[in-house]
């Protein structure tokens, strides 16, 4: 009976009126491929499983139609049980079976010259049953590695390449084979360097693409967040935006991007969070593991992630012990809940200068340890008489591409540029040269305001000004 209620789960899942969310609410429960004990439920889960994920194309799962193509003796039940019930009937036939071969495998092999031993090997069994089934970390190769080798490489064939989840940039897919699960990804620049920008391009990228995104920031308003957000979807000026001088054409593209976008059907959503605890002091990893488990997102961006302090931290919060707690613990949030997090940090300019012929991670400010804690790390240079941003992988897994060089011009053009990397000493006389004319800034900011330990609250469209925050 334990297939029937399998098949019964994924037909209800299929047939259901929103079927994205009832796959995502069954993994939730505790189901995936390895819960599942008949061939025919694995192969349907698995192939349900590959097109949900599809990189470019995410979050659909397939119709009825669709899946009788690719099994055409497939015979879904009609289910008799609420959907609640049939996951628990599923997860709780998994535990029995495994725990009744467990007890079989006692049973056969007990005699009294090692039975000693062989109950030894029965707790541990089921004791390896207790965690692998309550902690989504522990694996066990020979049960599960195969269907995944398989599902994993239909996948890289069917997508390019492609893992995860899209970049907004060909080249760093192909660099980084997307964004993976679980990833802890830092980036740092000098002050100014359009770091926020380059972490907007990235979240809407997403959003648009139908997945939901979680921003945080301390140090701007929703409102400002909201206006780049709209303009990188809608690729217009950012500048032209805020003096209400868009033409007609860009007013109207603007207008009809933001109703597609927000359109109840649309499948994306974006949720931005100042994170701050119930007596309005700034939140931490604790507060941001909380949106996570409400909002359920995709992906996560941290503007300026040194902002998040420890409870009781209170003036030792930019500490550098403090600060690396605190990204330990944002890296374990990543692991733990499968869930991409990009964290935005600042990059100290005498390290920088000091270090400008290395790779870049030994100037990050505060922390210089940090880089150690990521899968991903990106430094940023923006070179401001060109208007572009090169993209340094200095610390990133299983890739040789040191990276390449995008436009960055707000919010119009964040497209791939060339492969020509801009250093630290390329750009460094400029970036004090505050009089060099861009689309893309229209008055520098106060060198207070760049400040980390600045902790003012002033509106946004005070600081919104230099557009390259």
Partial sequence: MAANWELQLIASIVRGETPAELFELAQKEGISFRTFGGMEAKNLWSTIDANYRRPQNFGHIPSEEA??????????????????????????SHLRKESENAISKYLSEIEPAKGMSVIQTLHQQLGQLLESNTTDADMCFSKIAFQEC????????????????PWPWARMNAATQGIQDGDYIMVWAMPKSMKTWFGLVIAAHLFESGRRVLVYSKEMTWSSIRRRIACILAKVSYGKLKEGDLNSAEERN?????????DPKFPGDLWFTPADRLDGSPGGPDEIRRKIEVYRPHFVMLDSSYMLELPGSGSSALDWKQLS??????????????????????????????YSKSRGTASLAMN??????????????????????????????E??????TINALAAENFTYAHDTLWKFEDVQDE???????????????????????MRA??????????LGI
């Fill in 67 to 92: 899946l009788l193509e690719q099994f055409p003796d497939m015979g879904l039940p009609k289910p008799v049980e609420n959907f609640q019930d049939l996951c628990e009937k599923v997860r709780d």
């Fill in 150 to 165: 398989v599902d994993e490489y239909r996948l890289v064939q069917e997508s390019d390449g492609m893992t995860g989840m």
């Fill in 457 to 466: 609250r002033r509106t946004r469209d005070e600081l919104d000004d230099d």
């Fill in 368 to 397: 210089t340890g940090a880089v150690m804690d990521c899968d991903v790390g990106i430094r940023l240079v923006r070179h401001r008489a060109k208007n572009e941003i090169s993209i340094h992988l200095a610390a990133a897994r």
């Fill in 431 to 453: 970036e004090e040269d505050e009089n060099i004319p861009t689309t893309t800034q229209r008055s520098p900011e106060p060198e207070e305001v760049t400040s980390p330990f």
């Fill in 325 to 354: 707690l605190v990204n330990r613990q944002l890296k374990q949030i990543a692991k733990q809940t499968g869930i991409p997090i990009l964290s935005i940090l600042q990059e100290n300019e005498r390290s920088a200068y000091k």
């Fill in 254 to 262: 603007y207008f009809d991007k933001i109703e597609k976008i927000t």
């Fill in 399 to 404: 890739t040789t591409s040191e990276g390449f």
